[in-house]
């Protein structure tokens, strides 16, 4: 028999979805009537902004014509694409990042996940990368380096040997602080999934400073850039390249899904500048913008030209409008619940920059338990904060994209649940 990559078998119990779809299912089974209202998965409701849609349909009759027919596309992606990016996402924000340090992907998840080929393999010990993120975590940064061998087997919390865990709790508000020890890797995410934290350009600076005095790499996911609110009078940078000194030490991931409804249609990209270097086995500095275009070029085949065309569409003058009306959108969303939630006495957090809102269970409630009685009594699936992680014990998570009449009605039925 062939031999099988045993870092998976690490992997501890399923990904958080899996039991919720569990509990769900036998839920329904004994109440088969209960109309169930589901802010839990973070995926977005509303169709595709209009210019997107129309682009599309475009590039699909361009597709059906020889003489604007495209075969393979370039591996990282279509000119006019990444320099539509470079302008608007970077430059207009005074961001030194050009179009060709902007690879186009399938979307951010994936290059989480693949970016850990071009990096050393295996855990610290032996010749790896010592990795931190935070708790609670979005889990795909952390399960994609179980699969890469990064850690050792779970221990009986759900954290694995090898890891650096960033505790962010309400008391720090939820901003990992520096580690005390070093970190090769460190996953930030901001906005962020699932508490909804921003980093702040003082506390960004900090980790950027951080990252260069130790030769590591901030692995930058900006998924919800979109969902900053310039006008909060709050300072929180929309990328890590507003900071200075972070072409030399940071990678960043941005998507389509979150910002344009792609969720479903499939676009990100990341940005590796061309002055971040790692080092090889005995010491020598390494370009990983060289290895990352080789690795897309072997790996990857680009997203369709009809995509792409769709991406390119958020960029134009109708597209952003579109795109902003979707983000606000979410967010009155966010808005109503976090007043319904607060006026009810919840504690909330999140839910100002960010999609999600963080929620403090009742009475003390394990996560789990307050699941299984917002299912009972509401009939409303959230997201037990424990599932993010140690830290997320005694919170859950509620998303903010759904249509507003079921939003309505979700804070109708809880307006009606006993908070101790
Ligand atoms: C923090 C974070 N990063 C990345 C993603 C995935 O993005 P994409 O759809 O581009 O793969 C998500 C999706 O929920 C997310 O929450």
């Not at 119990?13 to 802010?39: D, K, S």
């Not at 980093?199 to 951080?210: E, H, N, Q, S």
């Not at 403090?360 to 789990?368: A, C, M, R, Y």
Request: proline share 5%; glycine share 10%.
């Amino acid at each position: 028999m062939a031999r099988i990559n045993d870092h998976y078998l690490k992997l501890s119990r399923g990904y958080l979805f899996p039991e919720i779809a569990r509990r769900v299912a036998a839920f329904t089974e004994q109440h088969p009537e209960a109309e169930l209202i589901r802010m839990g998965i973070g995926d977005v409701t509303e169709p595709l902004p209009e210019a997107c849609r129309v682009a599309m349909m475009k590039a699909v009759d361009d597709q059906g014509r020889h003489n604007t027919f495209h075969g393979y596309g370039p591996a990282a992606g279509y000119a006019w694409l990444r320099e539509a990016i470079a302008e608007h996402d970077f430059k207009l924000r005074g961001c030194d990042i050009d179009a060709d340090e902007v690879f186009i992907s399938h979307g951010c998840k994936g290059d989480c996940g693949h970016l850990l080929d071009i990096l050393a393999s295996g855990d610290a010990a032996h010749g790896g990368n010592v990795v931190a993120v935070t708790d609670p975590v979005y889990p795909v940064y952390v399960d994609t380096n179980v699969m890469a061998g990064a850690t050792g087997p779970a221990d009986e919390h759900g954290e694995y040997p090898g890891l650096v865990y960033l505790r962010c709790t309400a008391e720090n508000g939820f901003v990992p602080a520096i580690p005390g020890q070093k970190a090769d890797l460190i996953y930030l995410c901001s906005p962020n999934n699932p508490t909804g934290a921003v980093i702040d350009r003082a506390a960004l600076k900090r980790w950027v400073d951080y990252a260069n005095a130790h030769g590591s790499i901030l692995l930058f996911d900006a998924a919800y850039e979109s969902y900053i609110n310039d006008d909060a009078g709050d300072d929180i940078p929309h990328s890590v390249y507003e900071i200075e000194g972070a072409r030399t030490c940071a990678i960043e991931f941005r998507s389509f899904s979150k910002r344009a409804g792609f969720t479903g249609t499939r676009c990100g990209y990341t940005v590796i500048p061309k002055a971040l270097v790692g080092r090889d086995a005995v010491g020598r500095p390494v370009g990983l913008h060289g290895l990352w275009q080789r690795h897309q070029s072997t790996k990857n085949s680009t997203v369709s030209y009809i995509v792409q065309r769709g991406a390119e569409a958020v960029y134009t003058e109708a597209g952003r409008a579109q795109c902003d009306g979707l983000v606000r959108f979410y967010m009155e969303n966010a808005r109503l619940m976090r007043a319904a939630l607060t006026a009810q006495g919840f504690t909330c957090f999140g839910g100002e920059h960010a999609p999600y809102l963080w929620v403090q269970t009742p009475g003390g409630l394990s996560s789990w338990a307050f699941f299984d009685r917002l299912l009972a009594e509401s009939h409303i699936i959230a997201t037990p904060g424990s599932g993010f992680g140690r830290s997320g014990e005694g919170y859950f998570r509620l998303s903010a994209f759904n249509a507003r009449a079921t939003v309505l009605e979700a804070m109708e039925r809880l307006s009606t649940l006993a908070v101790a």
